[in-house]
DNA sequence: GTCTATAAGGCGATAGAC
DNA sequence: GTCTATCGCCTTATAGAC
């Protein structure tokens, strides 16, 4: 048998693979909400469904676990924003990044949190990656957007504040999804609560941009 | 000497205020980095300067800091929303409201990030207020903004949408501070990214929602 | 009021049987 | 691979001297 801790280079079974995956959503369940810092193995374990031990089978320490969450999360996190494309409509650019960002919030709430979390706590793990890949990928965008104002099919603005907007207006509907629900009521459904979202945050830029149609 | 566990009908004394104080303020410090699960009593009495027997004097237990600190927070932070005045001009209130949220955000960073890791974490001891008085105070300004709309002041929009957004675009600027700083590089100082932010979010707002002026 | 010492329990991680 | 048992540390909170 095949020791994952032991066999780096060895294939994973199928078996291993999805026992790891368990206890990778357990532990994002519990990372999400608590932080990592207030979470314990035993809530992990116990969300997973294994005893603690075991989750220490297949995970060495906490931190393990986490490492391989924040990995994934930054390999996937920026992709809307690469997605951004220079030679095409600002107008359709914005409004379909947009979309997508809220898309992640109802769709990866979890990993939003994580983020969030994250950040809150002073990004303790991953302040490389914000001063290094997230902000040359930011720099980057930032001179589309410029290019877009300098001939005139954007309103004059801050790049990086409009940046910064897409992104909290977005990612609100999921880091603080519970307030979000308290002042709406219990009425209003997931669909509804998105289609409101996308609507109003799609006007707001349209127009506060001057992103013509 | 009075012993302030002892003493709840008495008055206490000035030094024993300010010792309270210092805590309340090393605690705030502590558990909006670290979140409230996270944070222990010996790395706030560190940051108090005292002894952690000494601090447990003071607060008997952990909740007991946090309570006070949440207390606290709650009663100041819908002070500007409830300063919205619905005889006021439009445009006028939700820019002041846009700035003075920012001014928040400046100057009490730690208030904001210990809100956001309280919402984050599924909001345990808050959910009523929320559901109370916060929705309560929400939804009186929702019929403001509403007859603002059907007086042709404003564009059609989604009132509540419109609140998440201003909360959010402005308290990302404390909570997400890190990474704010690190996207923005060293050389941005604080009241250049104030007036930056403050000048970006008025003129989305403002022709986002067809304020006139 | 402030200290040292310590009780009592939680938690991360390991040992070793099966 | 999974379990029970446990080590050793950290943390909350208290006891009691000063």
Redesign the interface.
Known sequence: MAVPRAAKTQRRTRIQEEKEEIILQAALDVFS??????STIDQIADVAGMSKPNLLYYFRTKEAMHRVLMDRLLANWLEPLRAFDADGDPREEICSYIRRKLEMARDFPRES?LF??E?????PNI?DV??GS??DL?DEKVEVIRSWIASGKL?A??P??????I???T???A??D???R????GNDSDDHRFE??A???E????????LGG
């Open positions: 909400t608590k932080g990592f810092l207030g949190r969030a979390n950040i809150l706590q002073g990004a302040e914000l001063k997230l902000k930011v309103a603005c801050d990086y504040h409009l940046i910064f907007s992104w909290s207006t990612q609100h509907y880091d603080f519970v307030q979000v308290a002042v709406l009521g409101a979202a609507q109003f945050l006007n707001l830029f349209v127009r506060g941009l001057k």
